[in-house]
């Protein structure tokens, strides 16, 4: 398999999750103004250790990026 298709599986695995789609969905939705985690953990309905766990799979995958603003972590 070639670099393209392993980034495609990596990425397409990464989503095979519901909150990871979710947080995902909500991240695309929000655009280049993206979202801090606190923000995505409250909608979500999810406790902060795990959405910080599914946005790590997300930002492995290369489907979002992070930074520091302030003490927020915006994606």
């Known amino acids: 398999m070639d670099k393209l298709g ?3 599986v990596t ?12 947080a ?17 953990a409250a ?7 795990s959405l910080s766990f599914h946005l790590a799979h997300l930002l492995r995958a290369g489907l ?4 520091r603003r302030g003490r927020s972590l915006i994606y």
């Open 64 to 67: 979002v990026a992070v930074e």
């Open 43 to 49: 909608k979500l309905e999810l406790p902060a250790s």
């Open 24 to 40: 995902f969905r909500l991240l695309v939705q929000a655009g280049d103004a993206g979202l801090a985690a606190g923000v995505v």
């Open 11 to 22: 990425a397409l695995g990464a989503l095979a999750q519901e909150h990871r789609l979710a």
């Open 6 to 8: 392993e980034k495609a």
